[in-house]
């Protein structure tokens, strides 16, 4: 096997998914643009260009909405099942694992392998880091993008504010306002819904070969499998 087709089978589901995301987010820009050209042209304003959508506030908050939203899921994901358990579900640890585990079982200090990561050897506060790196991580993205959808939204807000003749909040004063809210969570509740329903799913239900799922003839009450 060459190496590129090694390269690409070996990192065949990231590129996947990034393919995908492209696609997608080029496929927004298309339909977004198209979608408010003919909302100005009902209103009787001129259609707008592609680069002149793409640069707007109406496009930056609807991708960091949905952005922000699916980084505070893996986020809250990544934490809550360091705790919590679901009894049957191949997305929950065994029951009797609940918590941050032994060094022995994460292979943490002296229990580290000759081909850990450096920073697992390292001991101290690298290792500490090292050890929630993911979820800091996750949580630094939600952060980021938390705060760019707040600041686009806010921009979009005031944008329609003067097309209205109404005076423009401040940044601060759209946090509190009800269309910050409104918008933010009902990106919130779809995440949370998908995450619990998953986890409740994977109890009863199998797709063979997947690492999502249980094997196919494990029982339901088996917790922690993956197939």
Not at 99 to 104: A, H, K, R, Y
Not at 162 to 180: C, N, Q, R
Not at 211 to 219: D, L, W, Y
């Amino acid at each position: 096997m060459s190496g590129v087709r090694r390269f690409l089978r070996e990192n065949s589901l990231s590129l996947g998914f990034g393919a995908l995301f492209l696609l997608s987010l080029v496929g927004q820009a298309f339909a977004g643009v198209a979608d408010l050209n003919d909302q100005r042209v009902s209103d009787g304003l001129d259609p707008i260009t592609l680069g002149r959508f793409l640069t707007s506030s109406s496009f930056a908050v609807d991708v960091m909405e949905n952005w922000q939203s699916e980084y505070l899921q893996f986020f809250l994901y990544i934490f809550a099942t360091v705790w919590l358990i679901q009894r049957g579900s191949a997305e929950s640890k065994k029951l009797e694992e609940a918590g941050t585990e032994s060094d022995e079982k994460q292979r943490v200090g002296a229990h580290a392998k000759r081909d850990s990561p450096p920073a697992v050897k390292a001991g101290g506060w690298r290792t500490a880091v090292f050890s929630r790196s993911l979820g800091l991580l996750m949580g630094t993205l939600f952060l980021l993008t938390w705060a760019s959808s707040s600041v686009a939204g806010w921009a979009a807000f005031n944008s329609d504010q003067l097309g209205s003749h109404e005076d423009p909040v401040t940044w601060l004063g759209y946090l509190g306002h009800a269309d910050f809210w409104n918008r933010t969570l009902q990106n919130w509740q779809s995440e949370m819904l998908a995450v619990g329903s998953m986890a409740i799913f994977t109890v009863y239900l199998r797709q063979r070969g997947s690492p999502e799922s249980k094997p196919v003839g494990a029982p339901h009450a088996v917790t922690g499998q993956t197939g």
